[in-house]
């Protein structure tokens, strides 16, 4: 009984601190550097909530395309209005636009033959700051990944990466 009341107490003053953050921007558009190939490329996050933001990342890389989508919280880190902690999870497509050849993409062993295709989920954490008096933020974040390719094959990768985004 004592464990349930202080998970309940401990998960009420975590929603509450989301609730009372309000993020200082409503979208943003710019681009992501990730550490696989696949997860670089176009990011874009607009604000559902004042601290919940959907983020979509396109990404292209020899042979195919990614394409994800994520759904995070963002509250104040260290107690400053312009730096903030994020944290969600979604999930993945890639497909291998190539036909009659085999891609080994992200030394993961992922192998897409013939326009194969993968499916997975994806979690993200994540530290972002926002210049105060510019429309600019940067990021650096963890996005770990599963995935299961049309092939059979399975993967799992960490994906650091980094962000620059206008944001407005």
């Not at 490329?41 to 395309?65: M, Q, R």
């Not at 210049?131 to 993967?155: Q, R």
Request: aromatic share 14%; hydrophobic share 40%; charged share 10%.
């Amino acid at each position: 009984m004592k464990w349930t009341l202080l998970l309940v107490l401990g998960l009420g003053s975590i929603s509450t601190g989301f609730s009372q953050y309000r993020s200082n921007y409503t979208w943003a558009v710019g681009l992501r550097a990730g550490a696989t190939g696949a997860t670089c490329g176009l990011t874009a996050k607009v604000f559902v909530s004042e601290s919940a933001a959907v983020e979509a990342i396109v990404g292209y890389w020899h042979g195919g395309f990614t394409g994800t989508a994520l759904f995070e919280y963002h509250f104040p880190a260290f107690g400053s209005r312009t730096l903030n902690w994020y944290m969600g999870g979604g999930g993945h497509y890639t497909q291998a636009t190539g036909y009659g050849r085999s891609y080994i993409i992200d030394q993961r062993g992922t192998d897409y033959v013939d326009g194969g295709a993968g499916y997975g989920i994806d979690g993200i954490i994540g530290l972002e700051y926002k210049i105060p008096v510019a429309p600019v933020a940067f990021s650096i974040d963890l996005k770990p990944s599963m995935e299961l390719n049309s092939y059979g094959g399975f993967t799992m990768a960490l994906d650091p990466g980094l962000s620059v985004k206008l944001a407005f």
